[in-house]
């Protein structure tokens, strides 16, 4: 029988997070056949594909149109794969108030952030292999719900506990999940993000970089830790919110608002 091909499948990978995944597994894994790189810019999947040493396989699509998720279903059956790795980083968010944006474009987050990462997960499961991992980029937003951040850090919320089930689940197929949950991380998110408003600046305080949050991610997958959080603030920030009621934490960032 032919050998399976064993790859990493990265969506959100033509920028910020998702690109930074794909350099640091280049270096890391040394008998991977293939990276799956998912977006829809596909001139920056192949400028990431010319810079890394593996194989990569482009896969330009749109994750919230249907023919797209139909036609990647189809490639996984089509390959013969076995998925080492699933990496969603596809997402966005935008600030400002409920009201005030577009609904299109929010409902858009829960498409993306939400609907995509459950659909592509589920598609994928089928093909993992035992010891696989499945990262989630959930964030710090998912902690507490955020006024003017209100569609954003609920549909992080969803990932968050989705994450933490689903690792239960599959715990027994030797497959474990990890939600990352960073705070701001520099990258091009607060190009989309800042459309309608702004982000605090006590938040931009907290800013790291992209190679720190995937470092410890895939520190923290190989763990098996259920949650990746990666700076002293937002760890502080975390216990925070287990710790003082939601309400209270809410009246006082309609404060700083
Ligand atoms: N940066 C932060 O401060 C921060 C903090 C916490 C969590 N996160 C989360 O981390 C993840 C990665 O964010 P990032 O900071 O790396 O932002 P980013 O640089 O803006 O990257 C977002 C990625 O998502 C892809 N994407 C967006 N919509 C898509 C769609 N409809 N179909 C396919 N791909 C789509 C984009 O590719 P194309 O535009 O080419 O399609 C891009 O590669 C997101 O889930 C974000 O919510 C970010």
Redesign the pocket.
């Known amino acids: 029988m032919e050998r399976k091909k064993k790859i990493v499948i990265i ?8 690109q930074e995944f794909a350099f640091q597994l280049d270096r890391i894994f040394c008998n991977l056949d293939e990276i799956w790189l ?4 596909k001139e ?1 999947l192949v400028e990431l594909s010319k810079l890394l040493d593996i194989q990569a396989k482009i896969i330009a ?4 149109k249907e023919q797209d998720m139909l036609s990647f279903k189809k490639i996984l059956e089509t390959e013969n794969v076995s998925v080492h790795m699933l990496i969603n ?5 935008l600030m400002g108030r409920f009201d005030a944006i577009d609904i299109e474009e929010q409902l858009g987050m829960v498409e ?2 939400c609907k995509a990462l459950t659909r592509l997960t589920y598609d994928c499961i089928p093909y993992m292999c035992r010891n696989g991992r499945i990262i989630q ?1 959930a ?3 998912a902690f507490v719900p955020q006024q003017n951040f209100a569609i954003y850090a609920a549909s ?1 919320s969803y990932v968050l506990s989705f994450s933490r089930a689903l690792r239960e689940e599959l715990k027994g197929k030797g497959i474990w999940v990890t939600a990352v949950c ?4 520099e ?3 607060f190009e ?1 993000a800042e459309k309608y408003g702004s982000t605090l600046a006590v938040k931009k305080l907290a800013m790291v970089s ?1 190679q720190k949050v995937v470092r410890e991610a895939l520190s923290d997958s190989y763990k098996r830790k259920a949650v990746s959080v990666c700076s002293f603030p937002m760890k502080a920030f975390r216990i925070l919110t287990k710790t003082v009621p939601h309400g209270v934490i809410l009246n006082f960032m309609g404060f700083f608002h």
């Open positions: 969506t959100g990978a033509s920028s910020g997070l998702g998912i977006a829809r810019r920056r699509m749109d994750v919230t980083c596809a997402g966005y968010g993306v952030n980029l964030s710090s937003a992080k960073p705070g701001p991380v990258t091009e998110f989309t992209p």
